[in-house]
C-alpha cells in the first residue's frame, strides 16, 4: 500500500484546518474556556469535534503547509473561532459588570473571589450572577446551540484564504456596548433603590448628627441589598436570555447562518 504527497497533503488538510477552527473557538468559548477545565480536556474535546465532523464538511483547499496561501488559511480559521467565542464572551462579561456595579452600590466592592471563567478577582455578586448564568446557559442548551453553529459556519465559510470581512469585525467591536448596555440595565433596579436608601440615610444622619450612621447604615444598606438582588434576580436572568439570544444572532449575522 503506498499513498501519494498529494493525498497525504489532502488528508493532512481535512484534518488540520477544521481542529484549528474548533480548537480558537473552545479557547474563547464560555464554561469550555474555563481555567477550572483542564487543557487536556478541551483538547480532547477539540479532537473529537473535529473527528466527527470531517465526514460532513466540504473539501478543504490542498495548499502548501509553509506558502503564503497556508497563513492566510491559518489566519483565518482562527479569526472564525476566537470571534465566535468572544461574542458569547461579552454576554458574560455583561454579568460581571452588572454584579460589580450592584457590589459597589452596597458596599461588597472588597469582598473578591476568582472568577473560574477569566481567572481573575471579582465581587462576590458577580461571582454569583457568572454561576447562574453557566447554569442557564447549560441548561438553554448553549453549549449544543453554540456546536451547531460552528458546523453551519463550515458550510457558509468553507475554509479558504477569504472569511471574515472589515465589516464584520467593525460589527464586532461596536457590538461590546452591549456589554457596558447590558450590564447596567441588569443593575439599574439595585443602583436606583440604593440610591433612595442612601439619601434616606443623609436625611437620618442630617435629623440626628449624634447618630453613628456608619455602624447603622452599612449593616441596613447591605440587607436591603441582598433583598434587591433576591427580588430582581428573575429579571437579571430574562436579560442575560436577551442578550444571549442577541450574541447568538450576531454571530449567524456574521457567519451568513440563515435562520
Not at 466592592?109 to 454561576?131: C, E, K, R, T
Amino acid at each position: 500500500m503506498s499513498f501519494s504527497e498529494t493525498q497525504l497533503s489532502y488528508w493532512l488538510a481535512a484534518f488540520m484546518w477544521p481542529l484549528i477552527r474548533i480548537s480558537a473557538m473552545l479557547t474563547t468559548a464560555p464554561v469550555v474556556s474555563s481555567r477550572q477545565t483542564p487543557v487536556h480536556y478541551r483538547l480532547g474535546l477539540a479532537l473529537i469535534l473535529t473527528w466527527m465532523m470531517i465526514p460532513l464538511l466540504p473539501a478543504p483547499p490542498v495548499v502548501d503547509t509553509f506558502s503564503y496561501q497556508a497563513l492566510l488559511i491559518l489566519l483565518q480559521q482562527v479569526a472564525v473561532g476566537l470571534i465566535m467565542g468572544f461574542v458569547l464572551q461579552m454576554v458574560f462579561g455583561a454579568l460581571v459588570f452588572g454584579g460589580q456595579v450592584v457590589a459597589y452600590s452596597m458596599g461588597l466592592g472588597f469582598a473578591s473571589m476568582v472568577d473560574p471563567q477569566n481567572g481573575v478577582q471579582v465581587p462576590v455578586v458577580s461571582q454569583f450572577y457568572l454561576i447562574l448564568a453557566t447554569l442557564l446557559f447549560l441548561v438553554l442548551d448553549g453549549h449544543l446551540l453554540l456546536i451547531e453553529l460552528l458546523y453551519q459556519s463550515f458550510q457558509t465559510f468553507p475554509v479558504a484564504t477569504d472569511g471574515i470581512s472589515r465589516n464584520g469585525l467593525s460589527d464586532v467591536v461596536g457590538w461590546g456596548s452591549r456589554l457596558f448596555g447590558g450590564g447596567l440595565l441588569m443593575a439599574l433596579p439595585v443602583m436606583a433603590s440604593l440610591l433612595l436608601v442612601n439619601l434616606g440615610m443623609g436625611i437620618v444622619t442630617r435629623a440626628a448628627p449624634q447618630l453613628n450612621i456608619f455602624a447603622v447604615g452599612f449593616p441596613i444598606t447591605m440587607l436591603i441589598g441582598f433583598v434587591l438582588i433576591w427580588a430582581s434576580l428573575p429579571d437579571v436572568m430574562d436579560n442575560f436570555q436577551v442578550l444571549l439570544q442577541d450574541g447568538f444572532s450576531l454571530i449567524k449575522r456574521l457567519l451568513f447562518i440563515g435562520g
